[in-house]
């Protein structure tokens, strides 16, 4: 039984605030592996795990947040078990990741059979990969009609920055802010933009129109049927409250 996401009772009477927890770490392991003998005969359990498959949008229309609805699930405990240690996660997941809130939810908290079924999810979707193009965000890499494409660090960061916000037109000026940190005199021009994405295309070969000019503004991408977006089983985030 995963116990990574429990209920934390409340310090004060103040709605939680969503704080950023870049992933768990496991407690450190024993110095050595228990034997048979070491292991009780018997194993009770210990507490327990409560997945919660909701978003901001589905509680807003109830009327309601996800912070106050923690904040009335932590109160209830602490009513009802004085003792218990509680703490709570909220799993964070791209746009246009797809799926069951729930199953997102178990996925990001790495419940062991979220995991088992989207391993075996990805086994099956890399068997069917003879045609069209699999961008693959967990592994970075672009597959075409099954082959490995050579994109370059850059080529790559853009088509993917382009992937995860689909649908939505960006500008050229919010490209060479996001992709290029360097300093000012190293910070390619909006033009330059367009270079990459002429190499992108080509790269891209026939699928080159999944990556669309919006004249006078910038580049988008707009999911195509032959377009495959793996998203990978670490993706989805978890951030406590």
Same mark, same amino acid.
């Given at each position: 039984?995963?116990?990574?996401?429990?209920?934390?009772?409340?310090?004060?009477? @103040?709605?939680?605030?969503?704080?950023?927890?870049?992933?768990?770490?496991?407690?450190?392991?024993? !110095?050595?592996?228990?034997?048979? +003998?070491?292991?009780?005969?018997?194993?009770?359990?210990?507490?327990?795990?409560?997945?919660?498959? =909701?978003?901001?949008?589905?509680? !807003? %229309?109830?009327?309601?947040?996800?912070?106050?609805?923690?904040?009335?699930?932590?109160?209830?405990?602490?009513?009802?078990?004085? $003792?218990?240690?509680?703490?709570?996660?909220?799993?964070?997941?791209?746009?246009?990741?797809? %799926?069951?809130? /729930?199953?997102?939810?178990?996925?990001?908290?790495? +419940?062991?059979?979220?995991?088992?079924?989207?391993?075996?999810?990805? +086994?099956?979707?890399?068997?069917?990969?003879?045609?069209?193009?699999?961008?693959?965000?967990?592994?970075?890499?672009?597959?075409?009609?099954? $082959?490995? !494409?050579?994109?370059?660090?850059? +080529?790559?960061?853009?088509?993917?920055?382009?992937? =995860?916000?689909?649908?939505?037109?960006?500008?050229?000026? $919010? =490209?060479?802010? !996001?992709?290029?940190?360097?300093? $000012?005199?190293?910070?390619?021009?909006?033009?330059?933009?367009?270079?990459?994405?002429?190499?992108?295309?080509?790269? /891209?070969?026939?699928?080159?129109?999944?990556?669309?000019?919006? @004249? %006078?503004?910038?580049?988008?991408?707009?999911?195509?049927?032959?377009?495959?977006?793996?998203?990978?089983?670490?993706?989805?985030?978890?951030?406590?409250?």
């Amino acid at each position: 039984m995963s116990n990574i996401a429990l209920l934390e009772r409340p310090a004060s009477t @103040r709605a939680p605030h969503l704080r950023p927890v870049p992933r768990f770490v496991e407690q450190d392991a024993p !110095a050595a592996p228990a034997t048979p +003998e070491d292991l009780p005969a018997t194993r009770s359990p210990r507490g327990f795990a409560l997945y919660v498959g =909701l978003d901001e949008i589905k509680a !807003a %229309g109830a009327g309601v947040s996800l912070p106050l609805l923690v904040d009335a699930l932590r109160r209830t405990l602490a009513e009802l078990a004085p $003792e218990a240690e509680t703490h709570a996660t909220v799993a964070l997941a791209p746009h246009g990741s797809g %799926g069951r809130d /729930l199953d997102v939810v178990r996925l990001a908290l790495h +419940e062991p059979g979220a995991i088992a079924r989207a391993k075996a999810a990805t +086994e099956t979707e890399e068997k069917n990969e003879d045609y069209g193009v699999t961008v693959d965000i967990s592994r970075k890499r672009v597959l075409i009609d099954g $082959e490995s !494409a050579a994109f370059t660090y850059k +080529e790559f960061e853009l088509l993917q920055y382009l992937v =995860l916000r689909e649908g939505r037109t960006i500008e050229r000026s $919010e =490209l060479v802010g !996001a992709l290029w940190q360097a300093p $000012e005199d190293e910070t390619p021009g909006e033009r330059t933009i367009d270079v990459h994405v002429r190499r992108l295309r080509a790269k /891209l070969g026939r699928y080159e129109d999944i990556v669309r000019t919006v @004249r %006078g503004v910038g580049y988008r991408f707009d999911r195509h049927a032959d377009v495959v977006i793996r998203y990978g089983q670490g993706t989805p985030s978890p951030d406590r409250f």
